[in-house]
């Protein structure tokens, strides 16, 4: 039998947030993204939709406000390029990725190891 | 009296290219009695009710265009012999599915069974033997580890198939939930 697992992503790290936002960006997917100097908090603007990216404390995750379809829709996406971004970040020394795809919205990743 | 089976299953990934021959849809049954240590999925162990599904329904709810076939695993399958039996049927004539199984018992006990030789007219490739930890497989080859055997009861594979890309995939779904599978884990 082969392993089976399932991890819920959680946007605990800002790195990766702003490297998913950035990620978007370089593909079109959002207009623009803005980091608060005196806050946890970034805006990402979607063609003029604006929604907010932030948390109260250290400790929490980021939590995503707005109007409600864009914010999903972005949270969304922000969270699945999130966890692929921290998945090729703390990949352990034996590991390494033999091939990347994404197809009908879902991004696979092997690993040889 | 004709009435439906329902399969227990522990969960569904609709497409994995990892879990044998090219894209597929992978299945792993609730329920194993075969105790093997260092089982990948201990959480499937239990005979406990997880959910249910109609060997037709759960196909027609998965099923993804261009996937190639149907791998069933677990748990051990064979103790739902007859939710196996329809869905492996409905995988091969109703959508044009290949069919592996991987099991914990031996081909030669399946085979000295009628109602298991019944599944393995459906079955293309089945995996066979306990898993043992001291020998886990190091190569590509998709199994856990190196005694377990590839059984290949029709012609449309071969073991050069089961060479896989890794050990390890990642799916990472639209909502970022991340699905891993493979016959290794990461830590
Ligand atoms: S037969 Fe498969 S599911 Fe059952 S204990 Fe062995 S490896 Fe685990």
Do not use: W
Not at chain 1, 51 to 71: F, H, W
Not at chain 2, 115 to 120: E, K, N, T, V, Y
């Amino acid at each position: 039998m082969s392993f089976y697992c399932v991890i819920k992503t959680e946007l605990s790290r800002k790195k990766y947030v702003i490297a998913a936002l950035a990620e978007m960006q370089r593909k079109g997917e959002i207009t623009n993204y803005s980091v608060s100097q005196t806050k946890d908090k970034i805006e990402v603007d979607r063609d003029g939709e604006v929604v907010t990216v932030s948390r109260t404390k250290e400790a929490a995750n980021y939590e995503i406000g707005g109007i409600s379809r864009p914010a999903r829709e972005i949270s969304d996406r922000i969270k699945q390029l999130y966890a692929y971004e921290s998945i090729k970040d703390n990949l352990p020394l034996d590991f390494e990725i033999s091939k990347e795809t994404e197809e009908a919205g879902e991004i696979h990743i092997t690993l040889k190891g | 009296m004709n009435y439906e089976v329902i399969i227990n299953v522990h969960s569904i990934i609709p497409v994995s290219c990892i879990n044998g021959p090219g894209k597929r849809m992978v299945v792993f049954f609730q329920g194993c009695n075969n105790k093997c240590p260092g089982c990948f999925n201990p959480d499937t162990h239990a005979f406990v009710k997880k959910t249910g599904y109609s060997p037709k329904s759960l196909i027609g709810k998965y099923f993804r265009a261009g996937i190639e076939g149907l791998t069933v695993s677990g748990g051990e399958p064979f103790y739902q012999r007859r939710g196996l039996l329809q869905l492996l049927i409905s995988a091969r004539e109703d959508y044009g599915l290949s069919t592996v199984v991987y099991t914990g018992f031996s081909y030669e006990r399946l085979s000295a069974s009628p109602p298991a030789r019944a599944i393995l007219k459906y079955t293309d490739v089945l995996v066979d033997g306990r898993f043992e930890i001291a020998g886990k497989e190091p190569t590509m080859l998709a199994r856990g580890s190196t005694n377990q055997r590839f059984h290949f009861l029709s012609d449309k594979y071969t073991e050069a198939d089961f060479v896989m890309d890794g050990k390890i995939e990642m799916i990472i779904a639209p909502d970022g939930t991340i699905t891993q599978t493979g016959f290794s884990k990461v830590a």
